[in-house]
């Protein structure tokens, strides 16, 4: 019995993973992207509210999340009106000094997700 479900969990994980691949590849196919940047000097809600007001309505971003615990910015952007270099630049006339973090791997994801 304890066999047969760990054959179940091992099948229901495997797909899961197989589908986010997949939702990754349309998503490139359609020029989405995604990016994170560190932003050190970003500091308080007040930070957050003036990049989730400003970088967001950026030409081309179609998701942001700011993480003040981290000092990170998640970016969902389409590749063919924007890319990292312009969403940079839109951090640094707001005075923010933005590079971009190493990419994280899917455990790590999942993990930032259900903080």
Same mark, same amino acid.
């Given at each position: 019995?304890?066999?047969?479900?760990?054959?179940?969990?091992?099948?229901?994980?495997?797909?899961?993973?197989?589908?986010?691949?997949?939702?990754?590849?349309?998503?490139?196919?359609?020029?989405?992207?995604?990016?994170?940047?560190?932003?050190?000097?970003?500091?308080?809600?007040?930070?957050?509210?003036?990049?989730?007001?400003?970088? =967001? +309505? %950026? &030409?081309?971003?179609?998701?942001?999340?700011?993480?003040?615990?981290?000092?990170?910015?998640?970016? $969902? *952007?389409? /590749?063919?009106?924007?890319?990292?270099?312009?969403?940079?630049? =839109? +951090? %640094? &006339?707001?005075?923010?000094?933005?590079?971009?973090?190493?990419?994280?791997?899917?455990?790590?994801? $999942? *993990?930032? /997700?259900?903080?």
């Amino acid at each position: 019995m304890k066999l047969k479900k760990i054959i179940i969990m091992a099948v229901v994980a495997a797909a899961t993973v197989s589908g986010a691949q997949a939702q990754d590849k349309k998503e490139a196919a359609k020029g989405i992207a995604e990016v994170t940047f560190n932003v050190s000097t970003m500091h308080g809600d007040h930070c957050k509210k003036r990049i989730e007001n400003t970088v =967001a +309505f %950026e &030409k081309g971003v179609t998701d942001l999340k700011v993480n003040l615990a981290d000092n990170q910015v998640w970016i $969902k *952007y389409n /590749t063919k009106k924007t890319d990292k270099e312009k969403l940079q630049k =839109a +951090f %640094e &006339k707001l005075g923010y000094t933005a590079e971009e973090a190493e990419p994280k791997t899917k455990e790590e994801e $999942k *993990y930032i /997700t259900l903080q």
